[in-house]
């Protein structure tokens, strides 16, 4: 039998709603699982349990063969015990050490030479040459959020715990770092979960995602499956993103990347890191319908299709028409009585290129 | 200048400061660190010496480690004299009287520390212990020897613990300020200006000791 991680918690926090997961799923080396999820979901709530730093009043989590916590069975066993690696969102990096005193902090009991030969190992993976003598507060943003990683894993844990590991750094620094994070964990591996509200990062870094809102886990699923199917209305709603498809970029001109899908090519805006394997994401609110054979519009993308479902969201419909990928698109209700939709109706879907989002597909 | 007297108040002030650090760093770790809902019972406990005046504080240690007393009757059997009117007793009296002085400012300097960082600590496999001596200690230096500064200079001028407890015994329990006192008695001003200038400067020597430690000198002397 594979090995286990199973979570399964009630916390409950005054005046917030209980958080209650059920959260199973085989640990595979080098697999990331992503807690996916607005705040106040009860994500972090669920990694601190798993790191021993909160305590569920009731539940059991499993790590294989290891039980951390058995409120029944009065198993409690201490964050210090679980051999795991956490690295909290602000990183939480000694100010009282240098970046090197940092790495070592947890590795009192390798003998000195075999504790510095792993403070330069780490040093050397995580490009902080030269830097071990620093202290965090003399570092970037980047810098600090490697340190705070080569921390948690130089005592090479046997469960890595990201809390939102890229939420406090700069925009750009995040695009850059959300690549090099997924090739560092699959180089370490390490089974990782990560906390994150952020559909990209849950697109390059997770292998599979459960999908959390309001203290319970909503879906489970490869992070592709989950943002093309939601399991529901409230799933749609927490994803934010409905239409994921597999492409390729095929060109770039004039900064714009024809990207095929399928049958189709789609016009986005090119980004320079991109590999040509991409994951094309685009909102449903940016997609407009309008019936077949009508006017040029500035909208570079328009693709016929035929309408396959719609699903009422009160006073908006989603919309999901077939035009060589599933498309979906939210309109307003009296936008579908007034175009007559209904099931098999060929209809134009026009979306423009800057929302078409690229997201590298290794 | 009562030579003496001047060498029993240091010699008071620096083992009481040194005993506080002892006792204070635990009972300063328990109040910041512990849940307890009745916590607040110990805590009132602790600072009771900053209210209480220091002849009834005095008057209960005294009954304390009198010969009737269980403790006192422990001692005298263990050391062969009792406590009262030894310097021992007199330690004992000022740890009491300055420990508010010692454990308010541990214990604000251990609730200044960043929960995060311990946790990150834990996290890394790092004991309870171990996580207060390589990290809780070291984040809050700042606080403990502001602690052991107080109560260095809160012993330096106790008057009315020592006379209950300590009496007035020469090259034993005569301190500073009581010397100063039987001076002004004796009418010799003199002699009670001179010591009351040295408990001046000095006291004044700590609190800018204090308050130079608080101004966070490290940012304006960054340590290598």
């Given amino acids: 039998m594979a090995a286990k991680m199973i979570i399964d918690l009630t916390k409950t926090f005054p005046g917030r709603p209980p958080i209650r997961v059920r959260l199973q799923y085989p640990i595979e080396t080098s697999a990331i699982m992503i807690l996916f999820g607005p705040s106040g979901s009860g994500k972090t709530t669920v990694l601190r349990s798993v790191a021993g730093l909160e305590w569920p009043e009731q539940g059991t989590i499993q790590f294989s063969s290891s039980t951390w916590l058995d409120t029944a069975g009065g198993v409690r066993v201490a964050p210090q015990a679980r051999q795991i690696g956490y690295m909290a969102q602000d990183y939480a990096l000694f100010p009282t050490h240098t970046v090197a005193g940092n790495i070592a902090y947890g590795l009192g009991k390798l003998a000195a030479f075999d504790r510095k030969k792993r403070v330069d190992e780490m040093l050397e993976l995580f490009q902080l040459h030269g830097l071990g003598g620093v202290r965090p507060r003399e570092l970037s943003g980047g810098q600090q959020q490697r340190v705070a990683l080569a921390r948690a894993v130089a005592s090479r844990p046997q469960l890595l715990l990201l809390d939102e590991p890229l939420s406090a750094l700069d925009a750009p620094t995040r695009l850059q770092l959300r690549g090099e994070l997924r090739s560092l964990l699959k180089q370490l591996a390490i089974p990782s979960i990560i906390v994150t509200h952020d559909w990209a990062e849950t697109l390059t870094l997770g292998d599979a995602m459960a999908v959390m809102s309001g203290g319970a886990v909503l879906q489970t699923g490869t992070p592709q499956d989950v943002f093309s199917r939601p399991a529901n209305v409230e799933v749609a709603r927490v994803v934010g993103v409905e239409t994921v498809a597999q492409g390729s970029i095929v060109e770039v001109r004039e900064e714009l990347a024809t990207v095929q899908v399928g049958a189709v090519s789609l016009t986005a805006i090119a980004t320079p890191e991109l590999d040509s394997d991409v994951f094309v994401c685009i909102r449903a609110e940016d997609v407009t319908l309008e019936l077949a054979g009508s006017v040029e519009t500035s909208a570079r993308n328009h693709l016929q299709g035929t309408v396959k479902a719609i699903t009422s969201l009160g006073a908006l419909a989603q919309v999901t028409i077939l035009c060589g990928f599933p498309l979906t698109a939210v309109i307003t209700r009296s936008a579908l009585n007034e175009l007559g939709l209904t099931l098999g109706t060929t209809v134009t879907a026009r979306f423009k290129a800057g929302s078409v989002h690229l997201i590298p597909r290794r | ?224």
């Fill in chain 2, 1 to 224: 200048m009562n030579w003496t007297a001047i060498w029993v108040t240091f010699k008071l002030a620096s083992l009481t400061a040194g005993a506080l650090v002892v006792i204070g760093l635990p009972i300063a770790y328990w109040v910041s660190f512990s849940r307890w809902r009745w916590k607040f019972f110990i805590q009132s406990i602790v600072a009771l010496p900053l209210v209480l005046p220091p002849t009834v504080l005095g008057f209960y240690i005294l009954v304390a480690i009198g010969p009737h007393s269980p403790i006192g009757q422990l001692y005298s059997d263990l050391v062969g004299h009792p406590l009262p009117f030894t310097f021992e007793g007199l330690l004992f009296a000022s740890i009491l009287y300055s420990l508010p002085f010692a454990v308010q400012p541990f214990a604000a300097a251990f609730e200044q520390v960043d929960r995060k960082l311990i946790e990150a600590s834990w996290t890394l496999g790092v004991s309870r212990l171990g996580t207060f001596f390589k990290l809780v200690l070291p984040l809050s230096k700042a606080g403990i020897l502001t602690g052991m500064v107080l109560s260095f200079a809160h012993t330096l001028g106790e008057f009315g613990v020592v006379l209950m407890v300590g009496g007035n015994i020469e090259g034993v329990t005569r301190t500073v300020s009581i010397d100063i006192y039987d001076e002004v008695q004796a009418l010799n001003y003199a002699g009670a200006a001179k010591t009351a200038l040295l408990l001046l400067v000095v006291s004044y020597g700590t609190l800018v000791l204090v308050y130079a430690i608080n101004r966070k000198v490290w940012a304006v002397w960054p340590q290598k």
